[in-house]
């Protein structure tokens, strides 16, 4: 045992508290008896507070092992996870007494998954750890930490030994130091063909047209043809049969970028008998510098000449394209400054437009400008989506101008001839499509009827408010495909619900393929209802088959508007379109004069003194809370409005520009200058002093800002998109002063756009684009490593084991196990000022109390010395009554055996009988005596 004292200089309070004590008593005698013992007492508890600040370590040499297993989870032996653990569980079922154990799992960082404790069954915490990589240099650190101080250690690694991250050597002097036993299972698995993308690298910076090279490095362990591809964004750039060869093989693509932002580069290469895909493919990316761009997507009904020439003349680099080229990714978006869109229907917008146009704005701060058209805005469909959302008015309308109650009626063909086909879809089906499409620019108050016809027809939707619009739907869907065609019928029936409704507005839409035996003489009586009703009528005729000349006069004469459309995907559109214009306020062709309502920055260098040009129409729109109303029409609906959305700005001019209404600005002096404002308004203009990086660590994205100018008050935020629809937003910490970092975990190869920006109150004073390439983890890359740990073993003194039986083989040195005496001394210390105090406040006399005590113990001994002689007693007795019972039975016995004798026997005489009597009398035992008291028992 050895006795180790950490605070050595607490103790020489002792001589010098017996000192005081000494002094004390001497000065102050007599001591009452009661005195002298309190004066002890608190002599033990300061010696004993003394001995607990000197800190004394009990050192008590025996045999205390622990045992902490470190299982490799990292993908290069991802088939190994639950072999391992079985390997561990055996191994901890058979741990030798009082021995420890715990587990821990490692990949690129290191989880606990079962604690340092005697249990001999492997529970687990169900800790999981970052399985991209293989740093076992980390895995022993963490072993290290959790050993015990005073115990004999051993570490068993099950692991492949191709560790990417960290350095195992480094473990060496350490694990010397500590004299661990250190046993490794090595993972072996059969590497099978392996073909893999080593890297791809571009320049980092790169001007508008100027070729450069992408190079690829791709490793193989064998020969073999493939086929090597190199994609920009999601355009082919080239594509190259090759033959590889066994090592590394390097190839070089050309490219050029005709716009700027930043550009993703994706290489595949597919080779034959390839075991492993996931390393097939390699991403990176550069920077493209140039002017900013402007994109304006022309609608197909819309004339772009007129804002073309004035943002060209202005020296602004625009880029014309029709809406199906659209961009359709946010890394296609972020090649321009602003989007504009002239008078543009939603439905022709590329795929993916309108998903990625919020974050644009929101997140990165790109610009939108709408200009109308009867294209456009709640025309276009709009409504309920991210272009409603961006824009600073609302698609319908309302407050004063908000449209009164409406009831539709739908009647549709479903006649034989609907189910013809055009792109795949039948003629029925798209008329279903489009009347659900109609239901989305409906109100709860609005009323909804749908009639079916062939050469009958059904009441399919019967007269109602579309408080539940899925039932309706369901309905619509169910219609079937039957019979003839039969048109009067159904619009008679038409007719007679729409005269039961109590709406203010009443329209009906009739679509049809065919033509019944019916002309137009013999609809004048219906039609005539249909106008003194104000029940108005509009018709779409599909297809060559149609009777479009009697539709046309149909829907001429019930005050509608009548379609023909042989491209049947239009279908839905034009029902949706119907129901807007149905209410009659939503194209306004008439001329005024805006008002001007705020001196916004747009109108910066427009001379309003002497007032403005009238237009000719607009679209009707309702001005959003947040938004700022800078022009005004004559029934209060915005003409101009603005809105800040997210990071982005967006800009609404409600009227058109391609002279229909817009010919007064067009040719007004200062009309070029307002539509150029429009435009610059949404080009963000944030500029900093700040730099970002973005790198990998394991499958995580780290994230470092540097800008010693960040407000103190101020926060560092960012937010980040994959191309394969991953987003997120956090928030970055100053980890020194000028650097903010954050990390970032990403589970998906690719590229991802990040937007870092500087806040202060609410309000983003800088605004800071990056780009980052996952790129796929390097375990699933060839590794030359695994002979480290061969080093390892070897110069630590260590072993290979094969088996869990071998765990625990070898014997290690015992060690001292250390006991500190602090807590217990305080502990006895604190117990005994209780017992001090309890005697001053009680005024207990110390030495009755002790008396008593005695007195209870002298008292508890001879009740216990008594119970043990009553026990005594008893039995004895028992066994004296056992006893006599076995005599009382022997003497019978005697007794029997002895008359049979005599009987026996024959006597001549009788005075010989009585001879032999006597004798027998004198020789027989008297049993009568055994039934006297104990003292005669003793005698007999």
Excluded at 298 to 324: C, F, H, Y
Excluded at 402 to 414: A, C, T, Y
Excluded at 717 to 746: D, H, W
Aim: no cysteine; glycine share 8%; aromatic share 10%.
């Amino acid at each position: 045992m050895k006795i180790e004292i950490g605070n050595l200089y607490f103790l020489i309070l002792i001589p010098i508290i017996f000192a005081f004590i000494y002094y004390n008593y001497k000065k102050y005698r007599p001591f009452s008896k009661n005195e002298f013992k309190v004066l002890i007492s608190r002599i033990v508890i300061f010696i004993l507070l003394i001995l607990a600040f000197g800190e004394i370590t009990l050192s008590i040499k025996g045999r205390n092992i622990s045992t902490v297993f470190l299982l490799d989870l990292s993908e290069s032996v991802e088939g190994f996870e639950e072999a391992g653990k079985d390997f561990i569980s055996q191994a901890i079922e058979n741990i030798p007494k009082g021995n420890k154990s715990a587990v821990i799992l490692f990949g690129d960082n290191s989880k606990l998954d079962k604690g340092l404790n005697r249990k001999k069954i492997y529970e687990t915490l169900g800790e999981r750890p970052i399985v991209t990589a293989t740093n076992i240099e980390n895995a022993i650190e963490s072993a290290l930490a959790i050993f015990e101080k005073s115990s004999a250690k051993r570490i068993v690694l099950l692991t492949d030994g191709e560790e990417n991250k960290g350095d195992i050597l480094k473990s060496i002097p350490i694990i010397n130091q500590e004299n661990i036993d250190l046993k490794v299972y090595k993972i072996s698995e059969k590497k099978g063909n392996e073909v893999y993308v080593d890297n791809i690298s571009v320049p980092d910076n790169i001007s508008v047209g100027e070729e450069f090279s992408v190079s690829i490095d791709i490793k193989s362990n064998y020969v073999t043809d493939a086929k090597l591809t190199l994609f920009s964004g999601r355009n082919k750039v080239g594509e190259q049969n090759v033959k590889i060869q066994k090592g590394t093989n390097s190839f070089v693509f050309k490219d050029q970028q005709h716009s700027g932002g930043f550009k993703s580069y994706r290489v595949l290469i597919e080779a034959a008998d390839d075991q492993i895909k996931v390393n097939n493919e390699g991403i990176t990316f550069t920077n493209v510098t140039d002017k900013p761009y402007i994109l304006l997507i022309n609608g197909i009904n819309g004339d772009s000449q007129a804002i073309e020439e004035i943002l060209t003349r202005s020296g602004a680099n625009v880029k014309k394209i029709g809406p199906a080229s659209a961009p359709s990714t946010l890394n296609e978006f972020l090649e321009y400054k602003t989007v504009i869109l002239n008078n543009v229907h939603i439905d022709d917008l590329a795929k993916g437009f309108v998903d990625n146009l919020e974050t644009y704005v929101k997140d990165y701060g790109g610009g939108v400008v709408s200009f109308g058209g009867e294209d456009a805005y709640a025309l276009g469909g709009y409504k309920d989506t991210n272009l409603e959302k961006v824009l600073p008015v609302y698609m319908d309308k309302r407050g004063k101008n908000e449209v009164p109650s409406i009831s539709i009626n739908l009647i549709i063909d479903k006649s034989g001839s609907m189910s013809a086909e055009g792109g795949g879809v039948s003629k029925l089906t798209l008329a279903k499509e489009a009347a659900i499409k109609a239901l989305e620019n409906l109100r709860e108050i609005d009323e909804i009827s749908v009639i079916a016809f062939d050469d009958t027809y059904d009441i399919v939707v019967p007269l109602q408010k579309l408080t539940n619009k899925e039932e309706v739907e369901g309905l619509i869907s169910g219609i079937q495909i039957r019979g003839g065609t039969s048109i009067y019928p159904a619009l008679e029936e038409g007719y007679n619900i729409q005269s039961q409704s109590s709406a203010k507005i009443k329209h009906t839409i009739l679509l049809t393929d065919g033509q019944d035996g019916y002309n137009l003489d013999n609809y004048y009586d219906l039609l005539n209802k249909f106008n003194s009703d104000n029940i108005t009528l509009s018709t779409v005729a599909v297809g060559e088959g149609a009777n479009a000349e009697l539709l046309n006069n149909l829907a001429s004469i019930g005050k509608g508007r009548s379609y023909y459309t042989d491209i049947y995907t239009d279908i839905p559109r034009i029902f949706a379109k119907e129901v807007l214009l149905s209410a009659g306020t939503y194209i306004i062709n008439e001329e005024f004069t805006p008002k001007i309502l705020s001196a916004h920055e747009i109108l910066s260098g427009v001379k309003t003194s002497e007032g403005i040009p009238s237009l000719l129409g607009y679209i009707g729109t309702s001005i959003k809370e947040n938004a700022v109303e800078i022009l005004s029409s004559n029934h209060d609906e915005p003409v101009l409005a603005a809105m800040e959305y997210g990071i982005g700005r967006t800009v609404s001019f409600t009227s058109d520009i391609n002279g229909q209404w817009s010919r007064n600005y067009l040719t007004w002096e200062y009309g070029p200058q307002l539509i150029k404002n429009m435009v610059y308004y949404t080009i963000p203009k944030y500029e900093g002093e700040g730099t970002l990086n973005i790198y990998q660590e394991g499958n995580k994205a780290v994230v470092e800002f540097y800008n010693d100018n960040v407000d103190k008050d101020g926060r560092v935020i960012g937010i980040y998109n994959g191309e394969n629809g991953e987003e997120g937003e956090f928030e970055l910490t100053q980890v020194e002063p000028g650097k903010y970092s954050a990390e970032i975990p990403l589970e998906t190869i690719g590229f991802y756009n990040f937007n870092i920006r500087e806040e202060l109150n609410g309000e983003v004073k800088s605004n800071y684009k990056g780009g980052f390439a996952m790129q796929y983890s390097d375990e699933y890359k060839f590794n030359l490593n695994a002979n480290k740990l061969d080093a390892v073993v070897e110069d630590t003194n260590g072993s290979f084991i094969n088996s869990p039986e071998e765990v625990f083989t070898g014997k290690l040195e015992k060690h001292y196990k250390d006991i500190n005496l602090t807590t217990p001394l305080l502990l006895i210390a604190i117990f005994l000022f209780m017992l001090d105090i309890a005697y001053r406040r009680l005024n207990l006399d110390i030495g009755v109390l002790f008396k008593k005590l005695k007195g209870k113990k002298t008292i508890n001994k001879d009740n216990k010395r008594k119970e043990n002689i009553k026990v005594k007693k008893e039995k004895s007795e028992k066994i004296y009554e056992s006893n006599l019972k076995d005599k009382v039975l022997v003497t019978e016995e005697v007794k029997e055996k002895y008359s049979k004798k005599v009987k026996e026997e024959k006597k001549p005489a009788k005075n010989k009988k009585t001879e032999k009597k006597s004798k027998v009398e004198k020789n027989t035992l008297n049993t009568d005596m055994l039934l006297k008291k104990k003292s005669d028992r003793n005698k007999i």
